[in-house]
């Protein structure tokens, strides 16, 4: 009798760990997979069993640094190595769960890539609106370091920056948008605002669920939370292209009324999740085991 009652909680305890859908990490600029050991260790004991992968590439200074489209195609070849290691795992699909620069690069690997079986993806501070601003200055060559915020565009959108550095990718001039437009080769594509998103939509629509989570800095009177710069960026508001001061909320955007990429159809079926818990710090997203318990791994579920 003993022996029977052991076998079925044995049994229970394998169908629920196998419940788990496997977690794929990538981390942020600077940062490497080592990012994620403690967030394992904090998935594996709520939710015992997950397989989980942090992808080690494009990491620290300079692999992280460079064009953010070569890294979307170097990140998705990644997530189908680890998926094809072991089919029978990832056969219902996986979480993406994405930190900083790298939750952008996710975002895009999401869009640009046919073949991905997200289940869910959650993005962590990453600077989906793109970045502006002195907290990305120090991940720029030494020809950007003379100038100021408001004269950065002028090397940013040149071709060759736009090939060769993933800030100037990221980066989005509020008071310069014909500039970005024309100039930026990134995000201007990602976020539908130019060319034929019609395959990004399909793909980002695949999702079961986004994730967007951000410090809301707004008590500390800062526009970063120590790691991107504006803070809104994480949650799909960006700074108002007539008032530096202002916020633009992210209903408010060309790309969420435009429906572009499909974050407002996302929004609208219910399976857009946006948080931003007051005065979470960039780094508490992946280094902090009570904001990591309290808002990404429920997410997991």
């Known amino acids: 009798m003993r022996s029977s009652a052991f076998a079925a909680l044995a049994l229970a305890l394998c169908q629920c760990a196998s419940s788990y859908k496997p977690v794929i990490m990538l981390h942020g600029i600077d940062d490497n997979a080592a990012a994620f050991d403690d967030m394992k260790q904090w998935i594996e004991g709520t939710h015992p069993g997950t397989p989980t992968y942090a992808l080690d590439v494009f990491e620290g200074e300079p692999a992280s640094w460079i064009s953010l489209s070569v890294q979307v195609d170097g990140v998705s070849d990644a997530i189908r190595k680890v998926v094809a ?20 690069i996710c975002r895009c690997v999401i869009e640009a ?23 990305y200055f120090s991940f720029l060559p030494s020809v950007f370091q003379t100038l100021t915020a408001d004269e950065i565009y002028r090397l940013a959108y040149e071709s060759w920056a736009q090939k060769t550095i993933s800030v100037a990718n990221m980066w989005n001039d509020p008071k310069r948008q014909d500039e970005f437009l024309a100039g930026n080769t990134f995000l201007p594509m990602y976020n539908g605002l ?3 998103a019609t395959t990004f939509k399909a793909n980002f629509l695949r999702l079961e669920r986004g994730v967007f989570l951000v410090g809301d800095q707004s008590a500390l009177a800062t526009g970063t939370d120590g790691g991107i710069e504006p803070w809104q960026s994480g949650a799909w508001g960006y700074l108002n292209s007539h008032d530096y001061e202002d916020v633009v909320e992210m209903e408010s955007m060309d790309f969420y009324q435009k429906d572009t990429f499909g974050l407002r159809t996302l929004d609208e079926s219910g399976r857009l999740v946006i948080m931003t818990p007051a005065n979470v710090s960039h ?17 997991l579920d």
């Open 283 to 299: 780094a508490a997203w992946i280094h902090d085991q009570a904001t990591v318990e309290a808002y990404v791994i429920p997410q």
């Open 194 to 196: 130019v060319g034929d």
């Open 85 to 104: 290691s072991d089919p029978s795992s990832f056969a219902d699909g996986y979480h993406l769960v994405c930190h900083s620069q790298g939750a952008l």
């Open 113 to 135: 890539m046919d073949d991905h079986n997200v289940h869910t993806f959650i993005s962590m501070a990453g600077p989906q609106g793109g970045v502006y601003g002195p907290d």
